[in-house]
């Protein structure tokens, strides 16, 4: 599926419409340079999951778990991650086989470590189309 967004409002939607069809168990891996707005469109996410707390990206803690949804949800940072071993520290297989649902920015540096289940979502700009524009990609893994 390939979503157009035209503002961060249209990516925050993205993101809730996407958390109403969340399922227990599911993993969203989500791609996309610095900046191109997968903290909204998380934010988007949480609210589709009626998680009504501010959300913030866990760039320096690498995992923020908001659990006042309908579903508990795991975000999950990698950004700093520099071995994939290091993501048994925070125990990711209980989160990951758990019964909320798992968002991982920054995915493939533990590509290793996602099931093929996982829903891929990317998000590209496309200047040429303005500065706001953003395509947003989601594919169902196997």
């Known amino acids: 599926m390939m979503i157009e967004s035209f503002s961060p409002e249209d990516t925050f939607k993205a993101g809730e419409q996407l958390a109403k069809e969340a399922r227990p168990g599911d993993i969203y ?30 760039t320096f803690t690498i995992l923020q778990e908001y659990e006042s949804g309908r579903l508990p949800l795991y975000h999950f940072d990698v950004y700093r991650i520099g071995d994939p071993e290091e993501m048994d520290e925070i125990g990711y297989e209980d989160y990951f086989y758990g019964q909320g649902i798992c968002l991982i920015e920054w995915a493939g540096l533990i590509e290793e470590l996602i099931p093929a289940e996982a829903i891929r979502v990317s998000i590209e700009k496309n200047l040429q189309k303005g500065l706001d524009y953003r395509r947003i990609r989601i594919e169902r893994g196997e």
Request: aromatic share 4%; proline share 7%; net charge neutral.
């Open 29 to 58: 891996t989500l791609n996309g340079d610095l900046g191109v707005g997968k903290t909204i469109f998380t934010k988007g996410m949480a609210r589709g999951l009626g998680i009504e707390e501010p959300v913030t990206s866990p």
